[in-house]
């Protein structure tokens, strides 16, 4: 069964820091790996995905997925208080099968 | 605003009673899971469904928890009988092609 590991549990970095948040995952043959926000009373909402090797950069943030290792990581570019939520590392195998969620992070930025 | 619509927002139960919650996919995604999230943000993956029909489910929900999805009417998760330990955020999701959304959840307090 895939494991997700976030780290660290939580975090507070002054607005305008760079943001690093980490998950290890288990299954080497997960296909997605999937970075999601959740604000208190919300539904998860994605912010950005990444299925090969390497990394990806959209607005702000950027991830890196060393599959060798395991791990992936999600950078936060210049932070904002609106940043301020859970960020969850989700994984899955099949396009159509349950993703697996870590525990997350809970990051906040101070103005 | 979330492309899948999930009702009611909040439902509070005695233990013993019936909990129904309704979630509309978005469209075109044939797939719909249910997640159920506790207060640790701790996620368990329930039931899937691929055009109506389940796909994979775990063990709880075969027991007190009923779901299904029929073709032109919303998707619906029935606790038979309440628990205490059923008190938790209730998420629905979508999918097609690896592409995930979620709805902003039901959350049920059972007393």
């Known amino acids: 069964q895939e494991k997700v590991q976030q780290s660290p549990e939580s975090l507070i970095v002054p607005e305008g820091a760079m943001v690093s948040l980490n998950c290890s995952f288990s299954?080497?043959?997960?296909?997605s790996i999937w970075w999601y926000q959740q604000h208190p009373g919300k539904g998860p909402k994605a912010l950005i995905s990444i299925f090969s090797n390497g990394n990806k950069k959209e607005g702000r943030l950027t991830v890196y997925l060393n599959r060798a290792s395991l791990h992936v990581s999600l950078h936060i570019k210049d932070s904002q208080p609106s940043d301020s939520a859970v960020y969850l590392c989700?994984?899955?195998?099949?396009?159509?099968?349950?993703?697996?969620f870590g525990a997350g992070t809970k990051l906040t930025i101070k103005p | 605003n979330s492309k899948v619509i999930q009702t009611p927002r909040y439902l509070v139960k005695g233990q013993g009673q019936k909990a129904k919650m309704r979630c509309i996919p978005e469209?075109?995604?044939?797939?719909v899971f249910w997640y159920q999230q506790n207060k640790n943000n701790e996620f368990k993956f329930l039931i899937n469904f691929q055009n109506q029909e389940v796909l994979q489910q775990i063990d709880m929900t075969e027991k007190r928890f009923s779901a299904e999805c029929p073709s032109n009417s919303p998707c619906s998760l029935e606790i038979q009988s309440s628990e205490a330990g059923d008190s938790a955020l209730y998420l629905c999701a979508s999918s097609s092609n690896s592409d995930y959304t979620f709805g902003s959840g039901t959350r049920l307090l059972v007393i």
């Open positions: 299954d080497s043959a997960s296909q």
């Open positions: 989700a994984v899955s195998n099949y396009g159509n099968e349950k993703i697996t």
């Open positions: 469209k075109g995604h044939p797939v």
